[in-house]
T-cell receptor
Framework: SQTIHQWPATLVQPVGSPLSLECTVEGTSNPNLYWYRQAAGRGLQLLFYSIGIDQISSEVPQNLSASRPQDRQFILSSKKLLLSDSGFYLC????????????FGSGTQLSVL | GDSVTQMEGPVTLSEEACLTINCTYTATGYPSLFWYVQYPGEGLQLLLKATKADDKGSNKGFEATYRKETTSFHLEKGSVQVSDSAVYFCALSSGGSNYKLTFGKGTLLTVNP
C-alpha cells in the first residue's frame, strides 16, 4: 500500500533562518506531488506541484522554493524565512495524470519567530 | 479562474442535529467536485466525490449532490456525532488542470455531546 511521510511535525525557526521540509512517498511510482499551506483564517493554498523529477510549477510568488530530486521525494525550502511563512504545510500525492484524489501527509506546523 | 466558496464557520451543533455546509463553485468546463475532511492534528482525507451533474457522493453518513444548475455541492448529514468534529473543505478539479485541486477555505465543525 502507498504511504506518505512528512517531517518534521513541528518546527520553530527564527526570522532569516533557512528552511527544509521533506516529503517522501512509498508504494507508488511517478506520482504527482504537491505542497499546500494552510494559514490561519486563509484556507488551503497550493504552493507548488510537480508531475515529474525536476518539473516544478509554482502557483504563488513567494519566499519559498521546491525541488524534486528523486521520483518520490519532494522538498520545500527557503533561504531566509519571513514571519509570514508561518503556517501548516501539507505534502500530498496523486496518481500520475490525475489530481482528483489527493493523499495527504500529516503536516508540519511551522512557526517563524 | 477556478474558485470555491464555502460557508464561513465555525459551525457548532449538538449531537444528532442536522448538518448542512454550503459550497458553490466557479470553473471552466465540467469539474469534478470533492469534500475533504481534516480531523484535529491530521492531514486532509477524501470524504466523498462526484464527477458529473446530478451525481450524489456519499460516505460515513455524509452526502453531497452535484448541482450544475446552481453550481453547488452542499455537504449534508442527518445526524452528526461528536466524532464528526473536524474542518471540512470543498474542492474542485476542472478539466483544464486535471492534476491539481482548488480548495475552499474550510469550515470548522464542532459537535457537542
Amino acid at each position: 500500500s502507498q504511504t506518505i511521510h512528512q517531517w518534521p511535525a513541528t518546527l520553530v525557526q527564527p526570522v532569516g533562518s533557512p528552511l527544509s521540509l521533506e516529503c517522501t512517498v512509498e508504494g507508488t511510482s511517478n506520482p504527482n506531488l504537491y505542497w499546500y499551506r494552510q494559514a490561519a483564517g486563509r484556507g488551503l493554498q497550493l504552493l507548488f506541484y510537480s508531475i515529474g523529477i525536476d518539473q516544478i510549477s509554482s502557483e504563488v510568488p513567494q519566499n519559498l522554493s521546491a525541488s524534486r530530486p528523486q521520483d518520490r521525494q519532494f522538498i520545500l525550502s527557503s533561504k531566509k524565512l519571513l514571519l509570514s511563512d508561518s503556517g501548516f504545510y501539507l505534502c500530498a500525492w496523486s496518481v500520475q495524470g490525475t489530481g482528483e484524489k489527493l493523499f495527504f501527509g500529516s503536516g508540519t506546523q511551522l512557526s517563524v519567530l | 479562474g477556478d474558485s470555491v466558496t464555502q460557508m464561513e464557520g465555525p459551525v457548532t451543533l449538538s449531537e444528532e442535529a442536522c448538518l448542512t455546509i454550503n459550497c458553490t463553485y466557479t470553473a471552466t468546463g465540467y469539474p469534478s467536485l470533492f469534500w475533504y475532511v481534516q480531523y484535529p492534528g491530521e492531514g486532509l482525507q477524501l470524504l466523498l466525490k462526484a464527477t458529473k451533474a446530478d451525481d450524489k457522493g456519499s460516505n460515513k453518513g455524509f452526502e453531497a449532490t452535484y448541482r450544475k444548475e446552481t453550481t453547488s455541492f452542499h455537504l449534508e448529514k442527518g445526524s452528526v456525532q461528536v466524532s464528526d468534529s473536524a474542518v471540512y473543505f470543498c474542492a474542485l478539479s476542472s478539466g483544464g488542470s486535471n492534476y491539481k485541486l482548488t480548495f475552499g477555505k474550510g469550515t470548522l465543525l464542532t459537535v457537542n455531546p
